[in-house]
């Protein structure tokens, strides 16, 4: 990924065909704290494309009252230590109601290599697919039978790093395999493969889970 370049989300395909977009980007720059968010992004929280400018602030005050101080300390976090700001927390948007999201991110390098911020998206994973079912089965049951194993596995690692359901976690791959154009199995089996070498603790190898999920294209070939 180019984070000096970082895609924005009006590139990234809608999760499922026909649906709103449930998946905004963002960059947020540490020294002087300052976030850009995409129109997609903003609509999470209730506003209008090009209507308001993000600020931490505001970002802060439209998270539920649980996760508030939660989200502030990830934020302070990472600005003191250089690392992405990610996690997974509730927006109450301007009319009320609740978005379960999910923010990965991975770091942002200025011209010389160094760290200047975090760049990433924002996932709502609220809204269950009930309507879209039979739709998601009809584009993905081939993939389903001949790879269920790993894809399963896949999904269990994302219900465990990110706190969310099964149905959540395929949504999140979905996502991934529609923006890279890249057939679901093969992205589970290289979400899969390379978990083992990840190390560290929880704070690093959910950063580095972050940079593999926003990174990977496929290059791993998925075994028939």
């Known amino acids: 990924m180019d984070h000096r370049a970082p895609t924005s989300a009006s590139a990234v395909e809608s999760v499922?065909?026909?649906t709103p977009q449930s998946v905004g980007s963002f960059r947020f720059w540490f020294e002087d704290q300052r976030w850009e968010w995409s129109d997609e992004a903003a609509a999470v929280y209730g506003y209008a494309a090009e209507s308001t400018q993000p600020s931490t602030e505001l970002l802060l005050a439209?998270?539920?009252p649980d996760d508030r101080a939660l989200v502030a300390r990830s934020i302070?976090?990472?600005v003191r230590t250089g690392?992405?700001?990610c996690g997974r927390h509730r927006v109450i948007d301007t009319s009320g109601r609740v978005h379960h999201v999910i923010v990965v991110a991975d770091r942002m390098f200025d011209d010389r290599g160094l760290v200047v911020g975090t760049t990433g998206y924002l996932i709502d994973v609220s809204d269950a697919l009930e309507e879209n079912r039979q739709e998601i089965l009809d584009d993905t049951l081939p993939e389903l039978v001949e790879s269920r194993a790993v894809i399963e596995q896949a999904k269990g690692v994302l219900m465990v790093v990110y706190g969310i359901n099964a149905e959540q976690a395929f949504r999140v791959l979905q996502?991934?395999?529609q923006e890279?154009?890249?057939k679901l199995?093969?992205?589970a089996h290289q979400l899969v493969n390379e978990i083992p070498a990840m190390g560290g603790g929880p704070a690093s190898q959910r950063a580095r889970f972050d940079h593999l999920l926003l990174t990977m294209r496929g290059d791993v070939v998925a075994a028939e």
Do not use: Y
């Open 16 to 18: 499922v065909a026909g």
């Open 175 to 177: 996502w991934r395999s």
């Open 62 to 64: 439209h998270k539920h």
């Open 83 to 85: 690392e992405p700001f």
């Open 76 to 78: 302070d976090a990472a």
């Open 180 to 182: 890279t154009n890249v």
């Open 185 to 187: 199995r093969t992205l």
